[in-house]
Nanobody
């Protein structure tokens, strides 16, 4: 069982930057592909970014490509999402997720989820 806890969300102005963190309770992050998803009010949960294991391959949604960077620190059991040039349309609850096996862009294929952290970008 892996418990995930996100942090780092908040209210930020358009064009600003944020770094989201996701801490895991597991003894090791190794072996899991880790992803970030987001869900805006009235919308489906959507893929944002994913990083694989053991080779750190990174993939991003087109909507955030060039503005976001996903990284992981296995020694600290922590996943990060650095976001910059934020836009109002980035406003959502951001979730981290973990799955055994390879990368996936589909939320349904992830085994573990955090409770989410709210990111609000004001115009």
């Amino acid at each position: 069982q892996v418990q995930l806890v996100e942090s780092g969300g908040g209210l930020i102005q358009t064009g600003g930057s944020l770094r989201l963190s996701c801490a895991a309770s597991a003894r090791t992050f190794s072996g899991y592909s880790l992803g970030w998803f987001r869900q805006a009010p009235g919308k489906e949960r959507e893929f944002v970014a994913v990083i694989s294991w053991p080779i750190y391959m990174r993939y991003y949604a087109d909507s955030v490509k060039g503005r976001c960077s996903i990284s992981r620190d296995n020694a600290k059991n922590t996943l990060y999402l650095q976001m910059s040039s934020l836009k109002p349309e980035d406003t959502a609850v951001y979730y981290c997720a973990a799955r055994t096996g390879g990368i996936s862009y589909q939320a349904a294929e992830y085994d573990y989820w955090g409770q989410g952290t709210q990111v609000t970008v004001s115009s």
